[in-house]
Nanobody, 126 residues
Framework: QVQLVESGGGLVQAGGSLRLSCAAS????????MAWFRQAPGKEREFVAGLNRLGGNTKYGDSVKGRFTISKDNAKNTLNLQMNSLKPEDTAVYHCAARPSQSVLATMTSPAYDFWGQGTQVTVSS
């Protein structure tokens, strides 16, 4: 079991930055691939970024490439998402997700993830 709690969301102006964190509890965090997903009102859940259990093989959604950076700290049981050059279309609830896996590949599809946090709201004003 992995319990996930996101933090760091808030209101920011376009062009600004935010850093999201996901605190994990449970013994399987270091063996879990992790990801960030987001969901805006009336829209489907969207893959934002993911990585494998070691923090490698990072992948990003096309809309955030070059602006967001995902990282994993197994010593601190924390997943982070640095978001720069934010745009109004980045407004959404952001969720972290965990998938215990020995694979070296990150996974971009939400059904593959077993554990989810409750989400943190990010609002970008124009």
């Amino acid at each position: 079991q992995v319990q996930l709690v996101e933090s760091g969301g808030g209101l920011v102006q376009a062009g600004g930055s935010l850093r999201l964190s996901c605190a994990a509890s449970g013994r399987t965090f270091s063996s879990s691939a992790m990801a960030w997903f987001r969901q805006a009102p009336g829209k489907e859940r969207e893959f934002v970024a993911g990585l494998n259990r070691l923090g490698g093989n990072t992948k990003y959604g096309d809309s955030v490439k070059g602006r967001f950076t995902i990282s994993k700290d197994n010593a601190k049981n924390t997943l982070n998402l640095q978001m720069n050059s934010l745009k109004p279309e980045d407004t959404a609830v952001y969720h972290c997700a965990a998938r215990p896996s020995q694979s070296v590949l990150a996974t971009m599809t939400s059904p593959a993830y077993d554990f989810w946090g409750q989400g943190t709201q990010v609002t970008v004003s124009s």
